[in-house]
Nanobody, 127 residues
Framework: QVQLVESGGGLVQAGASLRLSCAASFRNFAVNTMAWFRQAPGKEREFVAAINWNGGSTEYADSVKDRFAISRDYAKNTLTLQMDNLRPEDTAIYYC????????????????????WGQGTQVTVSS
């Protein structure tokens, strides 16, 4: 059974930073693309960032580029999202996701490509 558990959300002021973590209980962590998505109230879930199996490729939504950084720790089976210069429009529930298809990078932007999801962590940014 694969489990993804996010942590690190909270309430911060605009301009502050937060670091989200996602602990993955998955043996072959190093062969899968992982990603962060977010969902704001009344809006659809949207792509935030993705990282490929060896960490050599990353992609970001235009809205977070140059402010957020995705990374992964293979020793700890952990996915991280460093969020700097947060804005009120970043307020959302953030989810980590795991693509079970080994070595797949082509479908990284679509939420339907990800089989497993965490429970989400709330990020609230006040102005």
């Amino acid at each position: 059974q694969v489990q993804l558990v996010e942590s690190g959300g909270g309430l911060v002021q605009a301009g502050a930073s937060l670091r989200l973590s996602c602990a993955a209980s998955f043996r072959n962590f190093a062969v899968n693309t992982m990603a962060w998505f977010r969902q704001a109230p009344g809006k659809e879930r949207e792509f935030v960032a993705a990282i490929n199996w060896n960490g050599g490729s990353t992609e970001y939504a235009d809205s977070v580029k140059d402010r957020f950084a995705i990374s992964r720790d293979y020793a700890k089976n952990t996915l991280t999202l460093q969020m700097d210069n947060l804005r009120p429009e970043d307020t959302a529930i953030y989810y980590c996701a795991l693509d079970m298809r080994a070595w797949d990078w082509s479908s990284r932007l679509s939420s339907s490509s990800y089989t497993y999801w965490g429970q989400g962590t709330q990020v609230t940014v006040s102005s």
